[in-house]
């Protein structure tokens, strides 16, 4: 460009600063992966959360906790808890409880995803994994209460153990029911929560009833 020529920089003006381009604040934790992590920690982790939902479970309330980070693990522990709990124990091979643990293990799954399908169908707006995490994780008072049955059993099983177990398992199914309920009922239209809430009522009476009438061979 003719003038150009004629310009010129002093060199008494300092020349500052750095020749790159801002491209954001870059943090360390944004590298990180779970990938990267060693084993031992993700499963602590893991651990933690599933702690975290048992808390929840027992001391139900209105939270999103069991909803935002659903999980299968723990309803996949208390179920086979349960169904090892259910089984009669005898030595002989013929009659090991194996028909029993896998109809328990039927009854829990395949009940929940009725119920499941059946929140869906009613225009309920939790996932389909979502619903089956909250039920799964409900069955935890239940399985307390088998726990418990089993002690008692233990003890005798004349009219006071029945009257024993009865009472624990009426508190542990209503305790069942009202917390999947607090979890779920407000993902459903408010005039057809009865519809939901019956066949949850019905899942975990099934449940209360085979525990209740279990005897030990």
Same mark, same amino acid.
């Given at each position: ?25 870059? &943090? ?15 499963? !602590?982790r893991d651990l933690k959360a599933v702690g975290k939902k048992f808390v929840h479970v027992m001391y139900p309330k209105k939270s999103s906790?069991l909803l935002r980070d659903w999980d299968l693990w723990g309803p996949l522990v208390l179920c086979v808890s349960l169904a090892l709990m ?59 209460? !088998? ?24 508190? !542990? ?6 917390? &999947? ?28 009833? !085979? ?7």
């Amino acid at each position: 460009f003719p003038g150009l020529t004629d310009v010129s920089i002093s060199e008494d003006i300092p020349v500052e600063g750095e020749i790159t381009v801002p491209v954001g604040s870059h &943090s360390p934790d944004e590298d990180f992966s779970t990938l990267d992590e060693p084993v031992r920690d993700t499963i !602590m982790r893991d651990l933690k959360a599933v702690g975290k939902k048992f808390v929840h479970v027992m001391y139900p309330k209105k939270s999103s906790a069991l909803l935002r980070d659903w999980d299968l693990w723990g309803p996949l522990v208390l179920c086979v808890s349960l169904a090892l709990m259910l089984q009669g124990g005898s030595a002989d091979s013929r009659d090991d409880g194996g028909p029993q643990f896998a109809e328990v293990f039927v009854i829990i799954w395949f009940g929940a995803v009725v119920i499941t399908l059946n929140s869906k169908l009613l225009g309920g707006t939790i996932s389909f994994f979502q619903s089956l995490c909250v039920l799964g994780y409900c069955v935890l008072p239940l399985t307390v209460a !088998m726990l418990v049955c089993r002690l008692v059993l233990l003890v005798g099983s004349g009219t006071i153990s029945f009257i024993i177990r009865l009472v624990v398992v009426i508190a !542990m199914f209503g305790w069942s029911t009202l917390a &999947s309920t607090a979890f779920l009922a407000d993902s459903q239209p408010p005039n057809r929560k009865a519809l939901v809430v019956y066949p949850i009522f019905l899942f975990y009476f099934v449940i209360s009833w !085979m525990i209740l009438t279990f005897t030990p061979q």
